[in-house]
């Protein structure tokens, strides 16, 4: 989560910004410190004379060049951050802020949008522009080794420009208040190499083609009677009353944007008890199914969720 | 020895004069030394509050995944915390020290408007106690202090606790805007004699550029909470993108206020300085003149900054360039005068007093502040540290650097002017190390965990990420700094009572708040001294006796009468004197009737607020009848040497009408701002243009305008009339103003009723309507006004030569002309003209 570790080529360059202006910051510091004791050392200054001139270049002069110079370069390095002027063709994705969660959409050939959730899958060395909105309350997409962070504002798209320079993955979190569970909305940002993140769109896609319906058995009839409201399990299809789409939820790394590991018994802990992993979040407690109802979703998410 | 009897004797008949009852009679003090001190204690105990709320924040955050505090209680604690250290401690603070020196230090007896301060006092008190309350039960606030939309608004925060805030805080900043009149005022017409404006301590500038930048920067916030709030109350929307209101509008509305809200924090603690280092450095300040400047241009460039806090919304990168030109041009300013203080202790010989190193303490911390200011006013390192720990970090450098370090130092050396009794010191010195390692220890790591990229507001954390460690230090920072402001707390209320008794002048200052017995007398000064140069107290080294002694002006008592001197604003001339109010309980009334309003709002039983509004204008109807002479005032002696000086009563330039005048300079903020915001989400705000138009009979609008002409023209010949002694003509005047007024207020809420289909539909008939409800609350108070005159006229109180209140009346009408023109242009030409 560090900007001082930058993974991108604009992260890195407002890492050096501020390298240089911590050591600036330093040295005015150190001057301003002593001159502080040095004038209260009751060392008579002769007759008060220069001190006008002093006033005017300590006060004047040298803040106006110092903040003058950093002004250039920082407009210069901020029109470089921008998202234009890349010859390459920069990779699309939307990302729609939720009370709290992140809805990631990739927007496919032919008009279609693959929904997924906390989870973006980019390929490395190439921009990626990233649209951002909210549902609800302003959120703010950031992902610090990436670099700039931009507001999630309902009624407007703003569009960031990352870029992963090696492939890895990239903690993210929200970074404007949004309510109860503002500490609770992690996003995992995973740069592959070369096309390897299709493999992960296909995936996504795949599960799609067994359709929205939920299917026969315990389990089947359990996730549509308790969950299929706010989850779709189709990353074509967004449920009625939206939720995290639940589509390609084993590939994911965690459950609840980062409040439990996902796996067996990660799964499991969340659908028991996510009120108390994730206080305040808007899925309803499950304490009035029997434990076999749980499981029996859990084995269906496994299963489904492929 | 004769002298110094009657020195004793004068001193009894002023006191008794300028006295407050004992016992519940207190209630009714309006005093500024009593009012002043009252707002310092009543901050001070926000303070003690809001810093116990921080180290419930820091315990929590200590270590990672926490469950000391739940998120639902941490919203509100650290809500709270912002909140109560913004408005109900560092603005009344600032208040209250600057309500007890400024006549001190003018050298006058007490404020432009006693009654006033006393009335800022109550609203401060009551609307802070509501916001206390609220948080002790559970009910805070709980969406940050700048409480941004839509999180807080209604369908995302539903219930009270939204609406506690947006009414408490706006009933506190009632009292911010009156005293930010009642400074302005102050300074420019009641000083004492000679008092040039370029001899003023540099206190007053500073206070000067404050009070405007109160006055001019309030509005925008509460013009913003009361639209949230009928937005919230009745579902006008005004922030609701999805009916083509703004979120953003909001921000704007609040950084309007919220930027200039930290140079209002810093000019204060400023003025501190500049009046504590000249005394400590036992030099005159070097560079006076151009600190006035540098003051002037922090108070202009601090307006034109508030987008620095929005940099990540999504505002196009070259209009971010000028906020952030001129947020680092600001850091000029203030290099002046630091370089000001800096060469001032070159050219002198520094005492190494106590508060010197409270001063120390500021430099270093504030100058720390100033730097990471510059840092994240440049765009692109803010789009990665805004908000995250990193801001946090910075703005506690600055708000700690530039007012509470000042302020501690300000509070050992007028100490003894307030108590009569001096500090042992010692205490002091390990206050001052345990506040300075405490708050460096919590706040400097915090630059680093804010790198590491940890967002503020997270009630809890991740272990692994790198925080772990800095937040651990940041809570044991935190404690060794509350352990340090406990010591300081002890140190004051010890030697408040048991402090060997302090000599007068124990700094040998320059300054009059230093040329009366200590602890000063209620009335200050026993005759206000005629001064010579910028320094009294070193141009004039008897000054202290001959003011006892009643060798300058006002030192007689006569009529019972509380007298100071009011000024030529530029000369410092005697101009007239001002009878000044005593004590009363009005204001007590006038914030009880006021508290009755928000809090019935606030419970939404709306009968009764309007009962609570309706009974407040009764009081300020009575507060105003309670003034005025009964006959034509002739000219008093005012000095020994003889010179004669009219009284205030009725004259064209008393203070009222100078009150009238900055109130209404606030009041064409907050309509600015609303005109802004109209032109904002016609042109800016998403899902524009409206479903529907406004439709009315031209007459309407014809109606309203034209009846604030009318009211403005009959006030002007009423006001004409009376100069020429025509009591006919004026009653006319007044009657036709007073028809026009109501004429138009009806057919201002008529426009919005029978033209608009849904208030709530859309934002463009929210504005409308709040367009409309502005036009009509000022042709009503129009009416309400020419009325009052009236009466006062049919009583025999006005006449040619006592004509402040068909001034007033007329100088209200021509604004309220003014604004309803303008409104008549935001409703049917803009929408018509300007894109959507």
């Avoid at chain 2, 407050?20 to 003690?48: K, W, Y």
């Avoid at chain 2, 915390?81 to 600032?94: S, Y």
């Amino acid at each position: 989560m560090s900007i001082l570790e930058p993974a991108s080529r604009g992260a890195g360059a407002v890492a050096d910004i501020w390298w240089v202006m911590f050591w600036g910051a330093l040295v005015v510091l150190a001057i301003m410190i002593v001159l502080g004791l040095y004038a209260a050392s009751s060392r008579p200054w002769h007759a008060g004379k220069g001190l006008t001139a002093f006033i005017l270049v300590g006060g004047i002069a040298w803040p106006t060049l110092t903040v003058l110079a950093l002004l250039v370069y920082g407009l210069w390095l901020g029109e470089a951050l921008l998202p234009r002027g890349d010859s390459r063709e920069p990779y699309r994705i939307e990302v729609v802020g939720h009370q709290w969660w992140w809805e990631i959409r990739y927007p496919q050939e032919g008009g279609a949008t693959l929904i997924d959730a906390n989870e973006i899958h980019v390929p490395a060395g190439r921009p990626v522009d990233v649209h951002v909105t909210s549902a609800d309350v302003i959120h703010s997409f950031w992902i610090p080794r990436m670099g700039p962070k931009i507001d999630a504002v309902p009624g407007y798209t703003n569009v960031v420009r990352i870029e992963a320079d090696e492939p890895g993955t990239y903690r993210g979190q929200c970074s404007e208040f949004c309510g109860l569970q503002h500490a609770g909305m992690v996003l995992r940002l995973v740069a592959h190499e070369g096309d390897g993140h299709l493999d992960h769109l296909e995936r996504l896609g795949g599960g799609s083609a067994e359709g929205a319906d939920a299917g026969a058995g315990a389990g089947a009839a359990a996730f549509a009677e308790n969950c299929s409201a706010c989850h779709s399990l189709d990353a074509t299809q967004p449920a009625a009353d939206p939720g995290p789409s639940l589509a390609g939820l084993s590939q994911r790394a965690f459950l609840g944007a980062g409040a439990i590991a996902n796996g067996p018994e990660g799964l499991r802990t969340w659908l028991s008890s996510h009120q108390s992993l994730k206080p305040g979040n808007l899925m309803p407690t499950f304490h009035h199914l029997e434990p076999e109802t749980i499981e029996a979703i859990a084995a269906f998410l496994e299963e489904r969720g492929r | 020895m004769k002298s110094e009897t009657e020195a004793v004797e004068r001193h009894a008949r002023l006191s008794k004069v300028f006295g407050t009852p004992p016992g519940l009679g207190q209630l009714s003090a309006v005093n500024h030394t009593t009012v002043g001190l009252r707002f310092i204690v009543a901050s001070l105990f926000f303070f003690v509050v809001a810093g116990i709320l921080s180290m419930l924040i820091r315990a929590q955050l200590a270590t990672a995944t926490n469950d000391f505090i739940g998120p639902d209680i941490y919203n509100q604690i650290f809500t709270a915390h912002g909140t109560l250290m913004m408005f109900l401690f560092a603005i009344p603070l600032i208040e209250g020290f600057t309500l007890y020196l400024l006549p001190k230090l003018l050298g006058s007896r007490d404020l432009a408007f006693p009654r006033l301060s006393a009335y800022g006092f109550w609203c401060y008190l009551f609307g802070g106690s509501i916001v206390l309350l609220a948080v002790l039960l559970g009910h805070g606030p709980d969406s940050g202090w700048f409480m941004y939309t839509p999180l807080s608004s209604e369908p995302y925060s539903p219930g009270i606790r939204s609406d506690i805030w947006l009414l408490g805080i706006t009933f506190v900043e009632i009292s911010a805007i009156s005293i930010g009149v009642e400074i302005v005022v102050t300074i420019l017409k009641v000083r004492t004699a000679g008092m040039k404006l370029i001899w003023m301590p540099l206190f007053g500038w500073y206070l000067l550029v404050t009070a405007f930048m109160i006055i001019a920067g309030f509005p925008p916030l509460i013009l913003g909470s009361i639209l949230l709030e009928l937005e919230r109350a009745f579902g006008l929307p005004f922030f609701d993108p999805a009916r083509g209101g703004d979120s953003i509008l909001w921000q704007h509305l609040f950084w309007l206020f919220g930027h200039p809200e930290v140079y209002i924090i810093f000019l204060p603690g400023a003025a501190l300085i500049s009046t504590m280092v000249p005394p400590l450095a036992r030099h005159p300040i070097i560079g006076y003149t151009m600190i006035v400047a540098a003051i002037v241009a922090t108070g202009v460039i601090s307006f034109g900054l508030w987008v620095h806090h929005m940099y990540t919304v999504g505002i196009p990168h070259l209009g971010l360039a000028f906020f952030s030109a001129a947020s680092m041009l600001v850091a000029v300013p203030t290099g002046v005068q630091f370089f000001a203080w800096i060469a001032t202790l070159f050219a002198g010989r520094p005492a190494m007093k106590l508060p010197m190193l409270y001063l120390f303490g500021f430099l270093i911390v504030f100058v720390m502040g100033g730097l990471t200011g510059v840092m994240v006013a440049l765009v692109p390192f803010d789009w990665q540290v805004h908000d995250t720990h990193f801001v946090v970090a910075h703005m506690h450098y600055v708000l700690v650097g530039g007012l509470v370090f000042p302020m501690l130092a300000a509070a050992y050396y007028w100490l003894p002017h307030v108590s009569g009794r001096a500090p042992s010191g010692k205490l002091g010195v390990y206050a001052f190390w345990f506040i300075f390692i405490g708050f460096n220890l919590t706040f400097f790591i915090m630059h680093l965990t804010g790198l590491r990229g940890m967002p503020r507001r997270v009630y809890t954390y991740e272990a692994g990420l790198g925080w772990d460690i800095p937040n651990l230090v940041s809570s044991v920072g935190g404690f060794i700094l509350s352990i340090g402001f406990a010591m300081f707390l002890m140190d004051m209320l010890i030697y408040w009572r048991l402090g060997r008794l302090s000599p007068r002048n124990p700094w040998k200052a320059d300054t009059l708040d230093w040329a009366m017995p200590i602890p000063s007398p209620t009335y200050n000064f026993g005759s206000q001294p005629e001064i010579t140069g910028p320094n009294p107290l070193w141009n004039q080294p008897d000054l202290g006796r001959e003011i006892a002694a009643g060798k300058h002006y006002l030192g007689e008592v006569r009529n019972g009468w509380r007298e100071t001197l009011a000024v030529d604003v530029v000369s410092g001339r005697p101009h007239y004197i001002i009878l000044l109010p005593g004590p009363t309980y009005l204001p007590l009334i006038a914030g009880l009737t006021t508290a009755i309003f928000f809090a019935s709002f606030l419970l939404k039983v709306y009968w009764m607020a309007a009962v609570g509004a309706g009974l407040s204008l009764c009081v300020y109807l009575a507060w105003a009848w309670a003034n005025g002479a009964k006959t034509d005032p002739v000219p008093v002696a005012a000095s020994p040497k003889g010179d004669l000086l009219p009284t205030h009563t009725g004259l064209p330039q008393a203070p009222g009408w100078w009150g009238l005048v900055f109130t209404l300079v606030a009041d064409a903020h907050l309509f600015a701002s609303l005109i802004f915001g109209f032109i904002y989400l016609k042109t800016i705000a998403p899902n524009w243009p409206p479903p529907f138009v406004l439709e009315v009979s031209p007459l309407l609008p014809a109606l309203a305008i034209g009846g604030c002409l009318v009211g403005y023209l009959g006030a002007r010949a009423a006001r004409l009339a009376n100069e020429a002694g025509r009591e006919g003509m004026r009653a006319i005047g007044l009657v036709v103003s007073y028809f026009g007024g109501f004429a138009a207020a009806a057919a201002f809420v008529a426009i919005p009723w029978v033209g608009l289909e849904d208030l709530t539909a859309h934002a463009y008939a929210a504005g409308i309507a709040a367009l409309a409800g502005y036009g009509a609350l000022h042709a009503l108070v129009g009416g309400i006004i020419s009325a009052f005159v009236a009466t006062r006229c049919a009583w025999g109180y006005v006449s040619p030569v006592r004509s402040l209140e068909t001034r007033i009346a007329s100088l209200w009408w021509g604004y309220t002309a003014v604004a309803a023109v303008i409104i008549g242009i935001a409703m049917f030409i803009v929408p018509a003209v300007l894109p959507s």
